[in-house]
Structures are given as C-alpha cells and as structure tokens.
C-alpha cells in the first residue's frame, strides 16, 4: 500500500485553475464521460468533485432519469460547487470523505467516477472497499489521472490495487490523451 503514490489534497483557493472558460475549450469532458462509462439514467457517485466543473457535464448525460452524487472531502470545495452549481436539480452535493461514505448506501450506485482526485485520497485502501460496497453487481469504477503528474509506473500500481480488491478491469488500461489517462473497471 505504501507504494501507491499520494499527492496533497488540491488547494481549493486554486479552484479557479480547474473551473474555467479554457479548460472548457481545452480538455473535452464530454467525450472524456463516454469513455468512463457513463449513460443516461444512471445513479453515479462523482468522487472529489471540486467546484463542480465536471459535475455539471455528468448532470447533462444522465439526465432527468439519473441522479449524481458528488462528494467532496473540502467542505470549501462543496461550497463553491453548490454555488455555481446548486441549480442542477438532479445532482447532491455532499461533503464526504471517499475512505468513510457515510451517507451512501450499499449497491446503490451504477458509477462510482473519480476525474483526476484517485491520486489524492489518503487512504486508498478504504476508498476502494467503499467503492466496492456502495456499487451494484457488475457496476463501473471510473478513474481518470492527470498527466504528467501521475507517471504510468503509478497508474499501474493503481491499477495492479484495485484488482486485488474485488474489481476487474475493462477495456484498454492504455487510453491516455495528452492531459490525462483512464483506468476503469467493473464490480466482480
Ligand atoms: C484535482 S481536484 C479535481 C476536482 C474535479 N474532479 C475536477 O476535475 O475539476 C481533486 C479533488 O479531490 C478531492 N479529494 C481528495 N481526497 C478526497 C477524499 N478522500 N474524499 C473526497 N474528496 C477528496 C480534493 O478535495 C479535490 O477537490
């Protein structure tokens, strides 16, 4: 476990640098969605939501028949998201620690989506049985990592992790663009 690298939590002062016009125009979070797996009408769990940048393209994808849960574990974060994003009727903003998900109950989840947040929970062995205990049978577990900063050594051991708990992977682990890499898996 000690391997598996781990970086600071995310200042959220700097939101900004996550939750503007350019990355909009830079970094194509629609299609990014698709690949992770997500579908309209699912129940989907967004992990280190941030302000929400991501939040409100996860909203538009499942739609009315869906639901996300977004948690963060920086009650700053949550705040900023629900006010630039608390109009979004079919998403819950909570603040939440991924190790500890206290108001998720098990198996209610179709997608549990973390973009770019994996790398900085703490205590990743705790997250990922959370992970494993809120999801359906066959469920998805979606991370996307950014690049450069987590190197493919540690994807990897991310990856060789999360198999060795109760998880199987899907697809092409190699699928990277020039801002970030995916990972996904399914619930055994
Ligand atoms: C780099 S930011 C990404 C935010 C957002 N997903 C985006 O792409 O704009 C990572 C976020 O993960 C959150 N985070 C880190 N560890 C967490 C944990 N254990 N539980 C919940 N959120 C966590 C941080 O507070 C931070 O807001």
Same mark, same amino acid.
Request: charged residues 30%; positive net charge.
């Given at each position: 476990?000690?391997?598996?690298?781990?970086?600071? !939590?995310? #200042?959220?002062?700097?939101?900004?640098?996550? +939750?503007?016009?350019?990355?909009?125009?830079?970094? #194509?979070?629609?299609?990014?969605? !698709?690949?992770?797996?997500?579908?309209?009408?699912?129940?989907?769990?967004?992990?280190?939501?941030?302000?929400?940048?991501?939040?409100?393209?996860?909203?538009?994808?499942?739609?009315? $028949?869906? @639901?996300?849960?977004?948690?963060?574990?920086?009650?700053?974060?949550?705040?900023?998201?629900?006010?630039?994003?608390?109009?979004?009727?079919?998403? /819950?903003?909570?603040?939440?620690?991924?190790?500890?998900?206290?108001?998720?109950? /098990?198996?209610?989840?179709?997608?549990?989506?973390?973009?770019? $947040?994996? *790398?900085?929970?703490?205590?990743? /062995?705790?997250?990922?049985?959370? @992970? *494993?205990?809120?999801? &359906?049978?066959?469920?998805? !577990?979606?991370?996307?990592?950014?690049?450069?900063?987590?190197?493919?050594? +540690?994807?990897?051991?991310? &990856?060789? @992790?999360?198999?060795?708990?109760? @998880?199987?992977?899907?697809?092409?682990?190699?699928?990277?663009?020039?801002?970030?890499? *995916?990972?996904?898996?399914?619930?055994?």
């Amino acid at each position: 476990m000690s391997k598996l690298k781990t970086f600071p !939590l995310f #200042n959220s002062r700097l939101s900004f640098i996550l +939750d503007n016009g350019l990355r909009a125009i830079v970094e #194509n979070v629609e299609k990014n969605i !698709l690949l992770m797996g997500i579908k309209p009408g699912m129940r989907v769990l967004e992990v280190g939501c941030g302000s929400g940048f991501v939040t409100g393209y996860l909203s538009e994808t499942v739609a009315d $028949s869906g @639901f996300i849960i977004s948690i963060d574990i920086q009650e700053k974060m949550i705040n900023k998201a629900k006010i630039k994003r608390g109009f979004l009727k079919n998403v /819950d903003f909570r603040v939440e620690n991924a190790s500890d998900l206290k108001s998720v109950k /098990d198996q209610e989840i179709d997608l549990v989506l973390l973009y770019y $947040s994996f *790398h900085e929970i703490s205590s990743k /062995d705790k997250a990922v049985s959370e @992970f *494993h205990r809120v999801l &359906k049978q066959g469920g998805i !577990l979606s991370l996307r990592e950014p690049r450069p900063e987590v190197f493919r050594k +540690d994807r990897q051991l991310y &990856k060789e @992790f999360i198999e060795g708990q109760g @998880f199987e992977s899907v697809g092409n682990a190699a699928i990277c663009d020039l801002l970030g890499c *995916h990972l996904k898996f399914i619930k055994k």
